[in-house]
């Protein structure tokens, strides 16, 4: 096949506008390419083996591979390695029908904006040519550099590597009758995320296996050869099999070489024309049989080993990324782009398979376009403690009403690494039991639980984080001091959801047994510093850590986080006895207002505590009495929601899916905070006082956490970290004078 420019006698369809070189003298075309495969009235290709839908197949790969090259040498930015390496993999999906295809890989992206090109998803987003896909990629409010969570059709976002099973567990386990692809990269599954979280989902719900992921085995990670490139094709179906895959399906490009080319790891590219044709008829093969059998109910994964790059510019670890001098002038990206040219009649059988498929443009098709329904949850049974009565336990009383949800809704999961009845919630094992196959009565588990318990908080904030990604409710319970190792992916659907073209359930946490609980386990288990992570991601402008600051109110947060869409909610709580301090009302009002009035006498002066969390509470109450004995006048404010504290232009709201506009006006702000001084007080990182600091006027100060120690109590604890009342009174005297 050769390449020209676009003066061709066929006629160039519209959306080609853009495509800087088309091919002659394809052959085949004319016995092979007189209709498209996929016939009018069809989903998919009616036989992998038929030579029609091979051969259209392999156009569909080369087009995908031109396509990526083109689109990323056009900003001289991107990755279309690693994606070329797996493209007749992505072509054989889409003609065999299946177009929920997740990524691990966030390099992909250029493939996978090509993918919904050539199905015309990107129309909804205003794209139907080359040329405008070429100016949109890379740019704000266009194809991002990795997978987010607004472009139509494709199902997740991707940017950290070990994420993307987690989505397409999600997806299998809310629709079981749906194929979920999720592409590997030799990078990805060198992290151990990805097995791990595999198995325990596999032990948990063994029935589950419509999720079928393909390894792109290329020899290669980013810059250097990968850490499986060494592995022998036994020694990989060894590692599936070993990790209770039961179903391996290997097609190795090499088996079909006949150029030569030296190594484990080939391009099928530079294969013969019909040697070609075998190796995508292998592919198309070996990717209907792997699809039928996770289907079919059997754990299932499909490999494609083919050097990566193959087809496009470079080859190995070269290929990877573009530099700046990779522009469309760029000698090497010329011949790569002649070389995969199309001619136009190729190109339209190209687009008319892709829409075709599944039904249609995956932007009209794939689960996530439409918001998943959900039971109603009935009248939450919120049980209001009296103040000052006997001490509560906040963590069980939130622990009652998840029970709750999870009877209302059979597609509710909790998730939790340590242990519900660590974290004081044992009540939401005996509702719902914890999850596995080993009936034992002792321990409240059975097969059919709700309660998700792997060790690995990756897994645990994953399927839980996802599940709401794609529409249902869930609950990710954490230690605070372990819950960093689950935070990429939570923060990944946070953001996602801050993009997300339709609404879906808030992705809500609890965090618990803090730092200040922790005390004999010593620093290990003190890390509130992730609180910082947190103060950060307030800024996004969908993410609300929350800290009740009793029983009641921590009740009230998490009725309020149930009916929040798109949104990332914390909350923060003990799991030891406590005063109950607030009403139901006090904590439904500092929602809006970011905080509630606790304690307050007249004086002097005015001094003002801003307190974030619950037992942070009980030295400040301590120290109120000290300055009251001296004259001086003072209001404790909990601060339950930091975020109403900003000023509307702190925050990125504007842009947000279902945008929270509300924050603290500045009257608010001064009849709650106002004074002739100000202590912010927290038990965990400073930075969550950030608002109020920005805010304030007066003199100021910031009690926090500094670093964690054994001791034998919360008090020696906070004493450890200044957080003594009589430090507090001391200094609150000095900044009033």
Same mark, same amino acid.
């Given at each position: 096949m050769t390449a020209t420019t676009p003066k061709t006698t066929s006629p160039v369809p519209a959306f080609c506008e853009g495509i800087q070189y088309f091919g002659q003298g394809l052959p085949g075309l004319e016995t092979y390419g007189g209709k498209p495969a996929i016939a009018e009235d069809k989903v998919a290709i009616a036989s992998p083996s038929d030579p029609a839908a091979v051969f259209q197949t392999l156009l569909a790969a080369d087009a995908l591979r031109y396509l990526t090259l083109q689109v990323t040498a056009s900003k001289a930015s991107g990755h279309p390695g690693g994606f070329a390496s797996v493209a007749e993999g992505i072509a054989a999906l889409i003609m065999l029908g299946y177009k929920n295809i997740i990524t691990e890989v966030g390099h992909h992206a250029p493939g996978f904006y090509s993918t919904m090109f050539l199905d015309r998803s990107l129309e909804d987003m205003g794209i139907t040519t080359v040329q405008q896909m070429r100016e949109r990629f890379r740019e704000m409010h266009g194809l991002l550099g990795h997978l987010s969570g607004q472009i139509p059709g494709l199902l997740n976002p991707a940017g950290p590597l070990g994420q993307g099973q987690h989505f397409a567990m999600a997806g299998a386990l809310l629709h079981r009758d749906t194929l979920f692809p999720v592409t590997i990269g030799d990078g990805g599954i060198g992290e151990p995320y990805i097995m791990s979280s595999f198995g325990h989902f596999h032990t948990a719900y063994p029935d589950v296996t419509n999720f079928l992921p393909i390894l792109v085995w290329n020899g290669y990670s980013q810059e250097h050869h990968s850490m499986v490139s060494t592995k022998s094709n036994e020694e990989m179906i060894e590692y599936w099999e070993g990790n209770g895959f039961k179903e391996i399906i290997l097609v190795n490009a090499k088996d079909f070489d006949d150029a030569n080319q030296p190594g484990e790891y080939v391009d099928s590219t530079a294969f013969s024309w019909e040697k070609r044709l075998e190796f995508t008829k292998a592919v198309l093969e070996a990717t209907d049989k792997a699809a039928k059998s996770a289907l079919g109910g059997k754990l299932t994964v499909l490999i494609i080993k083919q050097l990566k790059g193959a087809g496009v510019h470079a080859r190995g670890a070269k290929a990877h990324n573009l530099y700046a001098y990779h522009t469309l002038d760029n000698e090497e990206i010329v011949q790569a782009l002649k070389q995969r040219a199309l001619p136009p009649e190729a190109w339209q059988l190209v687009r008319t398979n892709s829409e075709r498929a599944a039904g249609g443009p995956a932007s009209h098709q794939v689960v996530t376009e439409k918001e998943l329904s959900l039971p109603d949850l009935g009248t939450l049974p919120l049980n209001e403690f009296e103040i000052k009565g006997d001490k509560q336990v906040a963590t069980t009383a939130m622990g009652a009403l998840v029970a709750h949800v999870g009877k209302q809704d059979p597609n509710f999961i909790i998730s939790n690494a340590d242990g519900n009845a660590a974290s004081g919630i044992n009540n939401v094992n005996v509702a719902l039991k914890i999850l596995h196959p080993t009936v034992d009565d002792l321990y409240y588990q059975g097969p059919k639980g709700q309660v998700y318990e792997p060790l690995s908080e990756d897994a645990c904030a994953g399927l839980a984080a996802?599940? $709401?990604?794609? @529409?249902?409710?869930?609950? /990710?319970?954490?230690?605070?001091?372990? %819950? &960093?190792? @689950?935070? #990429?992916? /939570? !923060?990944?659907?946070?953001?996602?959801?801050?993009?997300?073209?339709?609404?879906? #359930?808030?992705?809500? +946490?609890?965090?618990? $047994?803090?730092?200040?609980?922790? =005390?004999? *386990?010593? /620093?290990?288990? !003190?890390? #509130?510093?992730?609180?910082?992570?947190?103060? %950060?991601?307030?800024? *996004?402008? *969908? &993410?609300?850590?929350?800290?009740?600051?009793?029983a009641n109110s921590i009740q009230v947060c998490y009725d309020w986080a149930l009916t929040m869409k798109n949104k990332g909610i914390t909350i923060t709580a003990s799991k030891s006895p406590l005063p109950v301090l607030t009403t139901f009302e006090q904590t439904r009002q500092a929602l809006k207002d970011g905080g509630v009035v606790l304690h307050e006498t007249e004086g002097s002066q005015k001094f003002v505590f801003a307190v974030i969390g619950d037992m942070p509470l009980i030295p400040v109450l301590d120290a109120a009495v000290h300055l009251e004995n001296q004259g001086i006048g003072v209001r404790v404010v909990s601060v339950i929601s930091p975020r109403r504290l900003y000023r509307p232009h702190d925050v990125a709201w504007e842009t947000c899916t279902d945008p929270d506009s509300h924050f603290l006006s500045d009257q608010g702000f001064e009849e709650l905070f106002g004074g002739d001084a100000l202590i912010g007080v927290t038990g965990g990182a400073s930075a969550m006082l950030? #608002?109020?600091?920005?805010?304030? +006027? &007066?003199?100021?100060?910031?009690?926090?956490?500094?670093? @964690?120690? +054994? $001791?034998?109590? %919360? =008090? !020696?604890?906070?004493?450890?970290? =200044?957080?003594?009342?009589?430090?507090?009174?001391?200094?609150?005297?000095?900044l009033v004078g």
């Open positions: 996802s599940l $709401a990604l794609f @529409g249902s409710r869930t609950l /990710w319970c954490s230690y605070e001091s372990f %819950a &960093v190792n @689950g935070l #990429p992916i /939570w !923060q990944t659907v946070t953001q996602a959801m801050a993009e997300l073209r339709r609404p879906t #359930p808030a992705t809500i +946490t609890l965090f618990t $047994a803090g730092a200040l609980e922790q =005390g004999r *386990n010593g /620093w290990t288990h !003190q890390r #509130p510093e992730i609180e910082n992570y947190f103060a %950060a991601m307030m800024r *996004n402008g *969908n &993410v609300f850590p929350l800290f009740p600051c009793d950030e #608002p109020l600091m920005l805010r304030s +006027t &007066v003199k100021r100060d910031i009690f926090a956490w500094k670093r @964690g120690e +054994t $001791a034998s109590s %919360a =008090g !020696q604890i906070m004493a450890f970290n =200044g957080l003594t009342a009589e430090n507090l009174a001391k200094r609150a005297t000095e």
